[in-house]
């Protein structure tokens, strides 16, 4: 079996930091997987930084944020660590695991596989479960009881939903123009039926429209951006479903919608440092008396 410690495969220095990118064997996905961290520059041997999840979008790997958002900036500055994971297993060679761009390899919908075919699609408990583990044992700079956790699209559905499904493990949740009510849309109906079968309320589970109104303990204010010109905004991701679910159950929510963007990187790069921010105000430790 291949090594469950994490071996360093690159590393670039950005912004007095240093972008460095990993390899594990993971045992609850079965497969070998790349993440990359953020490191900001460190005023100490001792410094424990904060951590902030990044989950990416259909189609992504662990390298896209990295490479195309600019968030390092951000991150150095405000001293926080990104943690950006793959999308799903790869290299496991299931019949039909490629076939389509948005089911399969680059598109694991951050769930708990429950269909025989697909039980090694377990984003959800690589995500809440082993990464932070392994994060934890591997890099003592890295302080994993204050994070935070962000995406995109099938990423920012990843954010919302395991950050209300786990209030307890994260400090703010934020998201870029995210799949919020997949039980309605043809990329969440298309992957739900097949990772978790037939049964809808199985679905609801992985639905933040569905959760939000579940809830009433929800303190911290959720920021989503979404660009008004994002080709998937009325059939795929329906904010205005979560934007009510939250009304009703009193969640704070702050919607913007940004005038002319996309769903682009491009749309993320502009407003990432909003994103950077809101979650550093929920994750820095208090200041002493």
């Known amino acids: 079996?291949?090594?469950?410690?994490?071996?360093?495969?690159?590393?670039?220095?950005m912004f007095g930091g240093y972008n460095k990118r990993y390899k594990h064997f993971s045992p609850t996905l079965g497969c070998s997987m790349t993440f990359h961290i953020y490191f900001p520059p460190s005023p100490s041997p001792s410094h424990k930084f904060p951590v902030l999840y990044w989950l990416s979008g259909?189609?992504?790997?662990?390298?896209?944020?990295?490479?195309k958002s600019g968030a390092q900036r951000s991150a150095a500055r405000e001293g926080i660590a990104l943690i950006a994971p793959d999308t799903s297993p790869r290299g496991l060679s299931i019949?039909?695991?490629?076939?389509?761009?948005?089911?399969?390899?680059?598109?694991?919908?951050?769930?708990?596989?429950t269909q025989e075919k697909w039980k090694n699609w377990r984003m959800y408990d690589y995500v809440v479960k082993e990464l932070p583990k392994l994060l934890n044992e591997n890099f003592p700079?890295?302080?994993?009881?204050?994070?935070?956790?962000?995406?995109?699209s099938m990423g920012g559905?990843?954010?919302?939903t395991i950050y209300l499904k786990n209030l307890d493990k994260y400090k703010s949740v934020s998201a870029f123009a995210p799949i919020v009510n997949p039980i309605n849309c043809p990329w969440g109906q298309k992957a739900f039926s097949n990772y978790l079968g037939g049964n809808k309320s199985d679905w609801e589970e992985y639905?933040?429209?569905c959760l939000v109104k579940k809830l009433n303990d929800v303190s911290a204010t959720i920021l989503i951006d979404q660009g008004e010109d994002d080709k998937f905004l009325r059939d795929q991701l329906?904010?205005?479903?979560?934007?009510?679910?939250?009304?009703?159950a009193?969640?704070?929510?702050?919607?913007?919608?940004?005038?002319?963007?996309?769903h682009s990187y491009y749309f993320i790069a502009t407003f990432i440092d909003d994103h950077i921010s809101h979650h550093a105000q929920a994750v820095k430790l208090p200041t002493p008396p």
């Open 1 to 13: 079996m291949e090594e469950c410690k994490p071996t360093e495969i690159s590393s670039s220095k």
């Open 58 to 67: 259909l189609t992504c790997t662990d390298e896209n944020f990295i490479t």
């Open 95 to 113: 019949e039909g695991e490629a076939d389509s761009w948005d089911f399969g390899v680059g598109a694991g919908f951050y769930l708990n596989a």
């Open 141 to 152: 700079q890295l302080d994993t009881l204050r994070a935070s956790i962000s995406g995109h």
């Open 157 to 160: 559905h990843g954010a919302l």
């Open 207 to 209: 639905d933040a429209t």
């Open 238 to 248: 329906l904010p205005h479903k979560f934007a009510e679910a939250c009304s009703s």
């Open 250 to 262: 009193k969640v704070p929510l702050l919607l913007r919608t940004q005038p002319g963007y996309d």
